[in-house]
C-alpha cells in the first residue's frame, strides 16, 4: 500500500509539473525561444501565494486566480519589453535574454523576501483524509486534480478553439499565417501570457504543499526542460504525459534512494532520453 | 485565348499596376525596377529562370518583404503601408510555394482560419464555395492538413486563398511536385476563376501549361521584366529563351 501512496502523490505533483511545463512547451513550440526564467516565473507565483495568504488571510480561492491573472500580465510584458527584440538577435542574445530575466527576478525576490525558506500552512484545506488505506491530502489532490484539468483544457483551447488555430497557425508557419490576415504579434504575446499563466495557476498550486524560497525556481526549470524534452517540442499531450511521468519517476526514487537524489535521477534521465530519443519518449522523428 | 478576349467587360480596368519596384533581401537587392500590369479577370502568366525573382515578387505585392523603391497600385490604391494582412483584405491574395498548409489542424479549420476576420455564416459560406472547386478534398474535411497527399495540400492552399474570394490571386508554382494530372486539375481551377471575373498571376515552370491558360505572359530574368507578351504569340518559345539569357 505504501507504494500506491507514493505513486499517488507521484501523479498529483506530476499534474502540477505537466502545468507549468505546457506553458514552457506553448511558448517554445510557438517561437522557438527558451525562456530560461519559466521556473522563475513559477517561484514568483508561488510567493504570491504566500503574500495573499499571510498579509490578506485570502486562501486558493483567490491566490490562485491571482497568480494566474499577474503571470498573464508578466508573460505579456516580458513579451514585448524584451522577448520580441532578442528574438531578432542571435541565439545567443535569445539565451542570454531569458537567462538574465530569471537572474534579476531571483534576486528581486531574495532581495525582498530573504533567502528563508517559507511555506503555508499543512492543512490549509483540511485534514488529511484516508481512503481504502491511502493518505489524501487535500491540498496536494486539489492541486493535482486542478493541474490536470487545466492542461487539459489548454489542450482543447489549442485544438478545438478558433484562436487556438491561430495560435498554432502562428506556430507552425508566421508567413503563412500573416498571408491569411493573421498578425503574429498579439498571437505571440498570448502565447507567452498563456504560457505564464500555467506557471501562476502551477506556483499557486504546488505552494500548497512545496516549501517556498527564491531559489526553488532551479529546479523546477529543471523539471520542466525534461518534461518538454520527453513530452516532444511545443506538445501539450506530450508535457501532460512526461510531466504526470516524471512526478512518479521522483516520487519513487525519493522513497526508494532518498529525497535528497531526486533531481540527480530526473537529470539523468534527461540525459538518457537526449541519447537514446533526441525528439522525445513522444515526439516524432 | 488573345488579350482580353473572354474577360469582358473588366478587359481593360486596370487591377495590379506594379511601377519600378525594388526589393530585395537585407543589403542584397533582388528586383532592379519591375514594371507590369494586370488588369480585371486576366490571367497573367509570370515565367522566368530559377532565381530570376518570382517568388520574392509576390512575397513583395503581398506585403511580406519591404519594397525599396517603386510603386504598387492595386485596384487604384496604393500599397505602400499595406503589409501582407491588408493586401489580403483588399484581395490581393498569395498562395506560396511548395502546398504549404497548416498540418497540424483539420482541412476545415485550414479554412476557416483562411476566413477567420469574417463573420461566422459567411465564413462557412465562404468555405463551401472554396471547397467546390476540390470535391477531393472536400471529402477530406476532417483530416488533418498535415494527413493529405503534396496533390491534395496543393488544392488545399489554392482553396484557402479562395475563401478570402480574392480579386487577383497569385499562384506560385501550384504544379510543382503534382503528376501530370493534378497538374490540369489545378489549372483547371485557374481557368474556372477566369470565367467569373477572377484575376490571376500565375509562376510557373511548365511553360506550355501556363500558357495555354494565359491572356498574357511577362518574363522575368535577374529581377527584370525582360519579355511581355500574348500568350497567343507564336514563337514565344523562342523568344523566351533569347529573353532569358539576354540575346
Ligand atoms: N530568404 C532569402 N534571403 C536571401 N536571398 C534570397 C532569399 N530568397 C531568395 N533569395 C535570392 O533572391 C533571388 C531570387 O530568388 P527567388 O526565389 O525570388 O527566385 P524565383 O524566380 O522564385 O526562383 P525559382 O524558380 O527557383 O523559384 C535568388 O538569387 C535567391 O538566391
Ligand atoms: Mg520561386
Given at each position: 500500500?505504501?507504494?500506491g501512496?507514493?505513486v499517488?502523490?507521484?501523479f498529483?505533483v506530476g499534474a502540477?509539473?505537466a502545468l507549468?511545463?505546457s506553458g ?11 525562456n530560461f526564467?519559466?521556473g522563475d516565473?513559477v517561484?514568483?507565483?508561488m ?5 495573499v495568504f499571510t498579509a490578506l488571510h ?5 491566490f490562485?486566480?491571482?497568480?494566474a491573472?499577474?503571470l498573464?500580465?508578466?508573460g505579456?510584458?516580458?513579451?514585448f519589453?524584451l522577448?520580441r527584440?532578442v528574438?531578432?538577435?542571435?541565439m545567443?542574445?535569445q ?6 530575466l530569471a ?10 523576501f530573504s533567502a528563508n525558506?517559507v ?9 488529511v483524509v ?6 489524501l491530502?487535500?491540498?496536494?489532490v486539489?492541486?493535482?486534480?486542478a493541474?490536470?484539468?487545466?492542461t487539459?483544457?489548454l489542450h ?6 478558433a ?16 498571408l491569411?490576415?493573421i498578425r503574429p504579434?498579439p498571437?505571440?504575446?498570448?502565447a507567452?501570457?498563456?504560457g505564464a ?10 505552494a500548497l504543499?512545496?516549501?517556498i524560497?527564491p ?6 526549470a529543471?523539471i ?5 524534452c ?8 506530450g508535457a501532460?504525459?512526461?510531466?504526470l511521468?516524471?512526478?512518479?519517476i521522483e516520487?519513487l ?10 533531481d540527480?535521477?530526473?537529470f ?11 525528439q522525445?519518449?513522444?515526439g516524432k522523428? | 485565348m488573345?488579350?482580353?478576349s473572354?474577360?469582358g ?6 487591377l495590379?499596376a506594379?511601377?519600378?519596384?525594388e526589393a ?11 514594371t507590369?500590369?494586370v488588369a480585371?479577370?486576366e490571367?497573367v502568366?509570370?515565367?522566368?529562370p530559377?532565381?530570376a525573382g518570382k517568388t520574392?515578387?509576390?512575397r513583395t505585392l503581398s ?6 523603391a517603386?510603386?504598387v ?7 505602400r503601408d499595406?503589409g501582407?494582412r ?9 498562395v506560396v510555394?511548395?502546398h504549404?498548409?497548416?498540418t497540424q489542424i483539420s482541412v476545415?479549420?485550414?479554412l476557416l482560419?483562411a476566413?477567420?476576420?469574417l463573420?461566422r455564416g459567411?465564413r462557412?459560406a465562404?468555405?463551401?464555395?472554396a ?8 471529402a477530406k474535411?476532417?483530416?488533418r492538413?498535415?494527413?493529405?497527399s503534396?496533390g ?6 489554392v482553396a484557402?486563398g479562395?475563401?478570402r ?7 506560385d ?6 503528376s501530370p494530372v493534378l ?12 470565367a ?5 498571376l500565375?509562376v510557373?515552370?511548365?511553360i506550355d501549361?501556363?500558357l495555354?491558360v494565359?491572356?498574357r505572359?511577362y518574363?522575368l530574368?535577374q ?5 511581355s507578351?500574348?500568350a497567343?504569340e507564336?514563337?514565344l518559345?523562342h523568344?523566351?529563351?533569347r529573353?532569358?539569357f539576354?540575346?
Amino acid at each position: 500500500m505504501i507504494l500506491g501512496q507514493v505513486v499517488l502523490n507521484g501523479f498529483l505533483v506530476g499534474a502540477v509539473y505537466a502545468l507549468f511545463s505546457s506553458g514552457l512547451t506553448l511558448i517554445w513550440g510557438m517561437m522557438n525561444v527558451v525562456n530560461f526564467a519559466h521556473g522563475d516565473f513559477v517561484m514568483i507565483a508561488m510567493y504570491v501565494a504566500f503574500v495573499v495568504f499571510t498579509a490578506l488571510h485570502l486562501g486558493p480561492a483567490v491566490f490562485v486566480p491571482l497568480a494566474a491573472v499577474l503571470l498573464f500580465l508578466l508573460g505579456v510584458l516580458v513579451y514585448f519589453s524584451l522577448v520580441r527584440h532578442v528574438m531578432r538577435g542571435p541565439m545567443l542574445a535569445q539565451i542570454l535574454g531569458t537567462f538574465g530575466l530569471a537572474l534579476v527576478l531571483r534576486y528581486a525576490t531574495l532581495w525582498v523576501f530573504s533567502a528563508n525558506f517559507v511555506s503555508l500552512p499543512d492543512n490549509l484545506l483540511g485534514p488529511v483524509v484516508t481512503v481504502a488505506g491511502l493518505r489524501l491530502e487535500p491540498s496536494r489532490v486539489v492541486a493535482g486534480l486542478a493541474a490536470l484539468t487545466l492542461t487539459i483544457g489548454l489542450h482543447l483551447l489549442l485544438t478545438r478553439t478558433a484562436l487556438g488555430s491561430r495560435l498554432l497557425a502562428v506556430a507552425e508557419d508566421r508567413n503563412a499565417a500573416m498571408l491569411v490576415g493573421i498578425r503574429p504579434d498579439p498571437m505571440q504575446a498570448l502565447a507567452w501570457g498563456i504560457g505564464a499563466a500555467c506557471t501562476g495557476v502551477a506556483g499557486a498550486l504546488i505552494a500548497l504543499f512545496f516549501y517556498i524560497s527564491p531559489t526553488v525556481g532551479e529546479s523546477l526549470a529543471l523539471i520542466a526542460f525534461v518534461v518538454v524534452c520527453l513530452g516532444g517540442f511545443g506538445s501539450v499531450p506530450g508535457a501532460l504525459v512526461a510531466g504526470l511521468l516524471i512526478g512518479v519517476i521522483e516520487s519513487l526514487s525519493a522513497f526508494w534512494i532518498g529525497p535528497a537524489n531526486k533531481d540527480v535521477v530526473v537529470f539523468i534521465l534527461f540525459l538518457a532520453v537526449l541519447w537514446f530519443r533526441p525528439q522525445g519518449l513522444l515526439g516524432k522523428a | 485565348m488573345t488579350e482580353g478576349s473572354a474577360a469582358g467587360a473588366h478587359a481593360d480596368k486596370e487591377l495590379l499596376a506594379v511601377h519600378a519596384l525594388e526589393a530585395g533581401y537585407g543589403k542584397i537587392g533582388v528586383l532592379h525596377g519591375v514594371t507590369l500590369r494586370v488588369a480585371a479577370g486576366e490571367v497573367v502568366a509570370l515565367l522566368g529562370p530559377n532565381g530570376a525573382g518570382k517568388t520574392t515578387l509576390l512575397r513583395t505585392l503581398s506585403g511580406l518583404l519591404p519594397r525599396t523603391a517603386g510603386e504598387v497600385r492595386f485596384d487604384g490604391r496604393d500599397m505602400r503601408d499595406a503589409g501582407p494582412r491588408e493586401a489580403a483584405r483588399a484581395g490581393l491574395v498569395h498562395v506560396v510555394e511548395g502546398h504549404r498548409v497548416f498540418t497540424q489542424i483539420s482541412v476545415n479549420d485550414n479554412l476557416l482560419l483562411a476566413g477567420y476576420d469574417l463573420p461566422r455564416g459567411e465564413r462557412a459560406a465562404r468555405v463551401d464555395e472554396a471547397l467546390s472547386f476540390f470535391p477531393e478534398i472536400a471529402a477530406k474535411r476532417l483530416d488533418r492538413g498535415g494527413a493529405l497527399s503534396g496533390g491534395q495540400q496543393q488544392m488545399l492552399a489554392v482553396a484557402q486563398g479562395l475563401v478570402r474570394r480574392p480579386r487577383l490571386l497569385m499562384l506560385d508554382e501550384p504544379s510543382a511536385g503534382l503528376s501530370p494530372v493534378l497538374v490540369d486539375r489545378v489549372l483547371d481551377v485557374v481557368t474556372r476563376l477566369r470565367a467569373q471575373g477572377t484575376a490571376v498571376l500565375l509562376v510557373e515552370q511548365l511553360i506550355d501549361k501556363a500558357l495555354a491558360v494565359s491572356d498574357r505572359v511577362y518574363a522575368l530574368a535577374q529581377g527584370q521584366v525582360v519579355l511581355s507578351a500574348s500568350a497567343a504569340e507564336t514563337d514565344l518559345h523562342h523568344r523566351l529563351e533569347r529573353a532569358y539569357f539576354g540575346a
